[in-house]
T-cell receptor, first 111, second 113 residues
Framework: GESVGLHLPTLSVQEGDNSIINCAYS??????FIWYKQESGKGPQFIID?????DKRQGQRVTVLLNKTVKHLSLQIAATQPGDSAVYFC??????????FGAGTRLTVKP | KAGVTQTPRYLIKTRGQQVTLSCSPI?????VSWYQQTPGQGLQFLFE???????NKGNFPGRFSGRQFSNSRSEMNVSTLELGDSALYLC????????????FGPGTRLLVL
C-alpha cells in the first residue's frame, strides 16, 4: 500500500557538520509535506513545511527539498548542534484531510 | 499564544477499564486531531474533529472515540482497555484546512497493566 517511509532509522553526525535526513513517499496525490522534530518526552515540534508547487524551501539552518519525480523529501540541517539530537519525522497530507507520518529517523550529534 | 495542552500527562489503568483524555487547542484553532504513538507502529492517526464534527477517521476499532466541544476543546475516550493500548496519545490542532500546519501537544502517556 501507499506509505511514507524513511531510508535510515538512525543518523549520527559530528557537531558542526551538515545533516541530511531522507524520506520517501508513494502517494502521488500528496501535496503538502511537513518535517517534525520530536525530543524525548515531548510532542512533535514543527520544523518546516513545503507545498508540492515548490521544490525547495529554507528556514533557519534547515532546508527542505522536494523531488516529486521520484517522490522524495529531504531535510538538511546546517551546522548541526547537540540540541538538534532528536527523532525527525516527515509527514504528508494525502489530500483526504489526514496526515501520514514516516517511521522517524533518530539523529545523534556527537560533540 | 499558549500552545496545545493535554491532560493528564501520565495515566496508569488496568485492562478492561476506560479512559478519557483531554486536549485544549491553540486559541483560534478549530481542528483537533488525535494520534497514537508507539515504538512499534510509530505515529498513527486516530481521528480529526472540526467544528464539533468528526471530519476524518483512521483505522482504529470502535473502542476509540472522541468528541469536540463548542470551544474546540476535545476529548478522546478509550473503552475496555487492552495492554496494546499503552502508548503516547498526541493531540494536534490547526486553524481549519488540511494544508495548514498542525501543532502538537506534549501528549498523554497511557500505561495499561
Amino acid at each position: 500500500g501507499e506509505s511514507v517511509g524513511l531510508h535510515l532509522p538512525t543518523l549520527s553526525v559530528q557537531e558542526g557538520d551538515n545533516s541530511i535526513i531522507n524520506c520517501a513517499y508513494s502517494n502521488s496525490a500528496s501535496d503538502y509535506f511537513i518535517w517534525y522534530k520530536q525530543e524525548s518526552g515531548k510532542g512533535p515540534q514543527f520544523i518546516i513545511d513545503i507545498r508540492s508547487n515548490m521544490d525547495k524551501r529554507q528556514g533557519q539552518r534547515v532546508t527542505v527539498l522536494l523531488n516529486k519525480t521520484v517522490k522524495h523529501l529531504s531535510l538538511q540541517i546546517a551546522a548541526t548542534q547537540p540540541g538538534d539530537s532528536a527523532v525527525y519525522f516527515c509527514a504528508e497530507n494525502t489530500g483526504n484531510n489526514d496526515m501520514r507520518f514516516g517511521a522517524g529517523t533518530r539523529l545523534t550529534v556527537k560533540p | 499564544k499558549a500552545g496545545v495542552t493535554q491532560t493528564p500527562r501520565y495515566l496508569i489503568k488496568t485492562r478492561g477499564q476506560q479512559v478519557t483524555l483531554s486536549c485544549s487547542p491553540i486559541s483560534g484553532h478549530r481542528s483537533v486531531s488525535w494520534y497514537q504513538q508507539t515504538p512499534g507502529q510509530g505515529l498513527q492517526f486516530l481521528f480529526e474533529y472540526f467544528s464539533e464534527t468528526q471530519r476524518n477517521k483512521g483505522n482504529f476499532p470502535g473502542r476509540f472515540s472522541g468528541r469536540q466541544f463548542s470551544n474546540s476543546r476535545s476529548e478522546m475516550n478509550v473503552s475496555t482497555l487492552e495492554l496494546g493500548d499503552s502508548a503516547l496519545y498526541l493531540c494536534a490542532s490547526r486553524t481549519s484546512g488540511y494544508q495548514e500546519t498542525q501543532y502538537f501537544g506534549p501528549g498523554t502517556r497511557l500505561l495499561v497493566l
